[in-house]
């Protein structure tokens, strides 16, 4: 096990329910999580809705590197490394808009929208025809769309996008359904919303895999009740009240889901407030839903991570975010903010104002988890606090059992309540990784 070369020889070890504190604060651990972690698995890297018309382009990231998502003429979709094939510069340098090509701003190469090398100054005087421009394009990655969701990879060798899935893919399916249950049905708004945090990205990546104990946490947001129904804490999903098993959903790649399975349909319970228009819009997609998905539509997910930094919220806040490794003690975060398609404007509006008010580095709640991330980051990495494990014993024991709901999963393992269950398959994949 090659991280026994790291300062540490139990980085993780979640069948016991422990975990090192040295794979959150060690930049040897940090750069082969780069290779092992990262490098293998695919990333997600946007939505179709933000490439509307041909020439349109989005940067985003794999990994650490910039990437340009780019829309081509006859409407492909193409993800290039945003670096220079003559001497790296970043060929993109806005965060979005139309393009018919990329000339770089160092000595003017200029690229197509499929990476295509296209110009070359001086290129018969000084080349005298010998530089052979195909083998010289932007690096292009491998592309997966899926129910409008982007992913890429620059792994050739990695298996295709809905293998790297398994069962995941119902979940991330189950993502991009509006309201209503219609596939494909969400459309980004406005820019991606980015920060960066002082602290490892595995804090918000294990967070979202289903870190149910930390209600204690937003308790001051509860009390506030910032959910748009005012009625029950900050949580939409919280209005409904009839009565479910809060699911912890892992798959052996490592992508966790955190749901609640109702024990019957739930009758329309508003989520939305007192403005008409948005509970009518609910209401009626609501309705659209369980005629759609039958006795699925018992299952309301609340969130989840495809493995290893894309994570996402579901039960009324449809959000996707990556963390953006920047180094072993900071973070970057990427937020995508999703509205249905078809709905109207002040339902739109109305999910926008919510989603400024409970994420991202203004909403009430991720300051909670912020401040919980970036504090724990500096208690564990003193050299002595960092000598000893954390604990991820929670509810260890606990036998997946058989579901009835079939369609939950023949390779995932569901456990119900509190547990760190989903944290645990998180940190099994990682280990496998960094093993390897
Ligand atoms: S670095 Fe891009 S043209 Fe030289
Ligand atoms: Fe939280």
New binding site residues.
Partial sequence: MRLRDTADATAANPAEGMVSREIFSSETIFAQELERVFAPSWAFVGHTSQLAADGDYVLSRVGQESVIVARERGGGINVLLNS??????P?CRYDAGNASAFT?S????SFDLDGALTGVPRLNEAYHGELDRSQWGLIKARVAIFYGSIWASFDETAPDFETFLGDMAYYVRDLMQSPDGEDDGYEVIGGIVKWRMPCNWKFGAENFTGDHYHNYSHRSVDRLKISLSGKASRHPLAAIQTPFKFLNIAHPGGHTVRANLYEALTDYQSMWGDEPEVDAYFRAAHDKRQKRLGDRARLITRGGVVFPNMHYNTGGRTTIGIWVPVSAAETEVWRWLFVPREAPQIVKDTLRHFYLRYGGPAGMTEQDDMENWSAAQRGTSGVTARKFPFNFQLNINEAHRAWPEAWLGADTMVTAGVSEHNQRSFYTRWNELMSA
Avoid: D
């Fill in positions: 220079c094939r003559h001497r790296g510069m060929v770089c160092y000595h003017a190469w």
